[in-house]
């Protein structure tokens, strides 16, 4: 892929960058590897794929480089980090480019593809109104917790009960949404069509328009996989690199999640923030002394008074000392290990 010019390659509403680019990077092969562990992951923890997978190819290689290039030894000998997944990464962004390029091509066929990109774009105008009116508690308390705890995986089912969220709350929330009533009717509509395509009430049929929900479903579990993953390889780059992570382990081109969650202590206070700051409030105090400029590490040929002074000794350790209670400490917040270790 070229290097960035400033123009962004354009991403279609379901994420994924160019055909073009994802052909370039995509692996049936890697596909295959990680299938399994793909259908593996429980429904309730599948997230929908909202990302240039373009993009997140690039991360993960920068992210596995900068991580497991110098310091594989090192965080090998972290507990409960695998090191092999880590470095796999890569190649399972490439099996979600797989999975992405399988949707793009069930979305050409018939005229299923369109009415259900559709659905897809209603839902997610329905359940990101849902979640600011939840945040805002302009809804009763057993409306927020749907729409926090329950956000439900399948599309269809989706969207009928936040049409039925949005009627039951409809003098409450009056003036207060950007959904309007023929938004409603429309997603009613459209779930109609699609369900008798799909086969009445849900009862499974051959054909592309079934082949397609399949699609979605594995392009968004190949997602969470690389997503869970790749956040335990932020968590050790935090660990190597302090505050200078985002340098070396870029967050992944994501759009802000479609479907809210409880928020609960120190997530309910960043979860606003830009994920830039997230991860400035979340990340560990710097691990190491900061590095000395190069004029004040190299001495000068043509003037040798000007060379830093031989660190002392004793300092020396007493710096490594606090460096290793800082990375404890570091390792009992994210829950790596116990406070009694």
């Known amino acids: 892929m070229a290097e960035d010019d400033g123009s962004r390659p354009e991403i279609s509403e379901s994420g994924v960058a160019d055909a073009s680019e994802l052909e370039s990077i995509s692996s049936q092969a890697a596909y295959d590897t990680f299938l399994p562990d793909a259908k593996a992951i429980e429904p309730g923890f599948v997230e929908e794929c909202c990302a240039d997978v373009?993009?997140?190819?690039?991360?993960?290689?920068?992210?596995?480089?900068?991580?497991?290039?110098?310091?594989?030894?090192?965080?090998?000998?972290?507990?409960?980090?695998?090191?092999?997944?880590?470095?796999m990464l890569p190649r399972l962004a490439q099996g979600l480019a797989c999975a992405a390029l399988q949707v793009d091509r069930e979305l050409e066929v018939g005229s299923f593809g369109k009415q259900f990109e559709r659905a897809q774009e209603l839902r997610r105008k329905l359940r990101k109104a849902a979640d600011a009116l939840a945040e805002a508690r302009l809804l009763p308390d057993a409306d927020v917790d749907e729409v926090w705890l329950r956000g439900k995986y399948d599309v269809l089912e989706d969207c009928l009960a936040l049409v039925a969220l949005f009627r039951r709350n409809e003098a409450r929330i009056a003036g207060r949404s950007p959904v309007v009533t023929s938004d409603l009717v429309e997603a009613e509509q459209?779930?109609?069509?699609?369900?008798?395509?799909?086969?009445?009430?849900?009862?499974?049929?051959?054909?592309?328009?079934?082949?397609?929900?399949?699609?979605v479903e594995i392009r968004d579990r190949f997602w969470t996989l690389l997503s869970q993953r790749y956040d335990v390889l932020w968590r050790c780059g935090a660990w190597l690199?302090?505050?200078?992570?985002?340098?070396?382990v870029p967050p992944l081109p994501v759009r802000p999640a479609l479907v809210g969650k409880a928020r609960i202590g120190l997530v309910e206070r960043v979860a606003m923030q830009p994920v830039s700051e997230q991860r400035r409030l979340l990340s560990p105090p710097p691990l190491m002394p900061v590095a000395a400029s190069p004029s004040s590490r190299v001495p000068s040929s043509a003037n040798p008074s000007s060379s830093s002074p031989v660190r002392d000794s004793t300092r020396h350790l007493h710096d490594l000392q606090r460096e290793l209670e800082r990375k404890a400490r570091f390792l009992v917040r994210i829950g790596v290990i116990s406070p009694q270790s």
């Open 54 to 87: 373009a993009l997140t190819y690039q991360c993960a290689v920068r992210g596995v480089e900068s991580v497991l290039g110098n310091g594989a030894a090192v965080v090998g000998r972290l507990p409960s980090v695998n090191v092999v997944e880590l470095s």
């Open 190 to 215: 459209l779930v109609g069509t699609l369900r008798v395509m799909l086969g009445q009430q849900g009862v499974e049929s051959e054909g592309a328009s079934l082949s397609l929900v399949k699609a």
């Open 241 to 248: 690199y302090g505050h200078a992570v985002e340098d070396r």
